[in-house]
């Protein structure tokens, strides 16, 4: 193994080491805490810290209490916390609605729930539960005011006001995929158009905004910023947003619902058959089994939508040696070309440079199998492997020089 590929791995494995230590870290810190006698709201928060209560407040946005003791801010907390709830509720997701049913089903509080689920913080964060160490086990517990207002709205309707939200956010998570970044408005109008009239007739643009933001705390996918959102591997939304400002004649792909839904999920992976060659391709030569080289493709992947420059994942192969020796360059750089037309750029607003090359090419599109490329070496003047017909000078070569 390559000594920089054994430092990249290495890398990876440091990463990994860090992320469960500072998970042991949150464990043992939620084990440490105390569990109120009561379940009352004000009980919960007078338990918490300082530091934890002044974090609720900047949540929730009170004002003109940042300066309030810590048994006055529990108080005003107290009321304000159950006003948020009453406003939050509706925007909730398939999986938060389960987790304060099981609650509810349960009396107000639960072992079940699992110590490394993070995405509980966020709601302790905004003072609807919290959890204590009881006999050596973590409880999750919700107040009782929580309890009631939850109660109030959980119905039929309620449920499946949840599953719509959950559609909603998946759907935009999917846009955003797609795009890289959307305003509010734009993604709203997008996103609105694959729903149908009685969906869309229960979804206000401000409902939108909220699904958008409690989705973008409760899972990673989604990052929402304070007039847009954007999918969670995009650097700079202002940048993108110069690129594709040079384009204004140019809409955004249509996409099918399929598509965008099947996007939406966490992790997802466009397997194209681009995607699968250049994934191929480091398992065959550099002996990376299927995780490493979907992380190596996903890499690329980063650096072609955040850098529009094919340069740029050239080098970090390079810089990693999966560029050593002429045959594996040359294959390489083949099957980047090929991955960079096939893929849906955010500079293009979700088109691939392949569809666009068409409105003024009529060959070109097919991609270059693996064991093809490392068998040529193709000149200037030869005839391009995407079987266009052209010279490679005049149909890829040229288009990555574009």
């Known amino acids: 193994m390559d000594k920089k590929q054994k430092e990249f791995r290495e890398g990876k494995e440091s990463v990994r080491k860090m992320m469960e230590e500072e998970a042991e870290v949150r464990r043992k810190a939620l084990y440490r805490r105390v569990m109120p006698k009561k379940k009352g ?10 530091d934890e209560l002044d974090d609720i407040r900047y949540n929730l946005g009170v004002k003109g209490a940042s300066k309030l003791r810590k048994a006055e801010l529990a108080k005003r907390l107290a009321v304000e916390a159950v006003r ?10 398939e999986e938060e609605y389960e987790c304060f049913r099981h609650l509810l089903d349960h009396g107000g509080q639960t072992a079940e729930f699992r110590d490394d689920d993070e995405r509980l913080d ?6 609807l539960v919290s959890c204590g160490n009881q006999d050596g086990k973590l409880i999750w517990y919700m107040p009782k005011e929580i309890c009631e207002e939850f109660r109030k709205l959980d119905s039929g309707t309620f449920r499946s006001l949840a599953e719509l939200n959950t559609e909603t956010a998946r759907l935009a998570a999917g846009c955003l995929f797609f795009y890289g970044y959307m305003d509010y408005d734009t993604l709203y109008e997008k996103v609105m158009s ?3 009239d009685a969906q869309r007739e229960q979804i206000s643009f401000m409902d939108f905004v909220g699904i958008l933001l409690n989705a973008s705390c409760w899972q990673t996918t989604l990052t929402a910023t304070p007039y847009g ?25 249509p996409l099918t619902y399929g598509e965008v839904y099947d996007a939406g999920e966490a992790d ?9 060659e250049l994934a191929r391709f480091f398992m065959e030569e550099y002996s990376c089994d299927v995780l490493e080289a979907a992380d190596l493709v996903g890499e690329v992947l980063i650096l072609l939508q955040n850098d529009n420059d094919i340069q740029e994942a050239a080098d970090f192969l390079e810089e990693l040696g999966f560029m050593k020796g002429k045959r594996r360059c040359e294959a390489a750089v083949s099957l ?3 991955f960079y037309h096939t893929t849906r750029l955010w500079s293009l607003k979700g088109h691939t440079p392949e569809e666009l090359f068409a409105a003024d090419s009529s060959g070109g599109g097919r991609v270059i199998p693996f064991d093809q490329v490392r068998r040529q070496k193709v000149g200037r003047n030869d005839p391009c492997p995407c079987g266009s017909g052209k010279k490679y000078k005049n149909c890829c070569l040229r288009r990555e020089e574009q």
């Open 41 to 50: 709201i004000l009980d919960m928060l007078e338990v918490m810290t300082k």
């Open 229 to 253: 959102a954007m999918y969670y591997t995009l650097i700079d939304p202002d940048q993108l947003e110069k690129e594709r400002a040079r384009r204004d004649n140019l809409d955004f792909a």
């Open 84 to 93: 948020f709830a009453q406003h939050w509720f509706p925007s909730i997701n």
């Open 336 to 338: 980047l070309i090929a």
């Open 122 to 127: 966020y709601l302790r964060a905004l003072g």
């Open 268 to 276: 997802y992976i466009r397997d194209t058959p681009a995607y699968k």
């Open 194 to 196: 694959y729903l149908d």
